[in-house]
T-cell receptor, first 112, second 112 residues
Framework: DTGVSQNPRHKITKRGQNVTFRCDPISEHNRLYWYRQTLGQGPEFLTYFQNEAQLEKSRLLSDRFSAERPKGSFSTLEIQRTEQGDSAMYLC??????????FGDGTRLSIL | TQLLEQSPQFLSIQEGENLTVYCNSSSVFSSLQWYRQEPGEGPVLLVTVVTGGEVKKLKRLTFQFGDARKDSSLHITAAQTGDTGLYLCAAPGSDSWGKLQFGAGTQVVVTP
């Protein structure tokens, strides 16, 4: 069990650029979640996959955000035309069925 | 929308002192989880409480779930500097997908 891995750990980009983050869940975990955490707040749910199917998206996920989980393994979260308000920690978590969620250490996004 | 309110927002104590943090809601939950998060890392699950009135102990940490399953508390006895961190409570959403709703957290700082 190598844990949930997220890359990159830090991303600094200029406003208007596109960014993509990757999450490698614990192997055989069929559920994968993305959360966003801003300073002074707890994580907020963004989206959820069961295997390769994206089953729910929060209203926080504007049309500039897209997430995929091809083949039900790793997942990517892409943000197009980044805005200042996108600056946050993006966390990924995985679980098997309804077991406890295991979180990665996140990707810290800073928009200049 | 279920709202989890955590108090206090910030707590600074000296080593050896005791502390209690709270998580409250007007909603009833099937279960509630406590996480600790350190800077630059993802949340780490400490405990899950399920039954109203349940008390769970994890070394110097005591977790209690309210009788009505609307609130919870975390008590730390004889705090150590290693207890420093952001303590988050979380509860499952009202659907069956397992997404978590988090409180804003209590930042605990234990000084030598």
């Amino acid at each position: 069990d190598t844990g949930v891995s997220q890359n990159p750990r830090h991303k600094i980009t200029k406003r208007g650029q596109n960014v993509t983050f990757r999450c490698d869940p614990i192997s055989e975990h069929n559920r994968l979640y993305w959360y966003r955490q801003t300073l002074g707040q707890g994580p907020e749910f963004l989206t959820y996959f069961q295997n390769e199917a994206q089953l729910e998206k929060s209203r926080l996920l504007s049309d500039r955000f897209s997430a995929e989980r091809p083949k039900g393994s790793f997942s990517t979260l892409e943000i197009q035309r980044t805005e200042q308000g996108d600056s946050a920690m993006y966390l990924c978590a995985s679980t098997h069925m309804r077991g406890p969620q295991h979180f990665g250490d996140g990707t810290r996004l800073s928009i200049l | 929308t279920q709202l989890l309110e955590q108090s206090p927002q910030f707590l600074s104590i000296q080593e050896g002192e005791n502390l209690t943090v709270y998580c409250n809601s007007s909603s009833v939950f099937s279960s509630l989880q406590w996480y600790r998060q350190e800077p630059g890392e993802g949340p780490v699950l400490l405990v899950t409480v399920v039954t109203g009135g349940e008390v769970k102990k994890l070394k110097r940490l005591t977790f209690q779930f309210g009788d009505a399953r609307k609130d919870s508390s975390l008590h730390i006895t004889a705090a150590q500097t290693g207890d420093t961190g952001l303590y988050l409570c979380a509860a499952p959403g009202s659907d069956s997908w397992g997404k978590l709703q988090f409180g804003a957290g209590t930042q605990v700082v234990v000084t030598p």
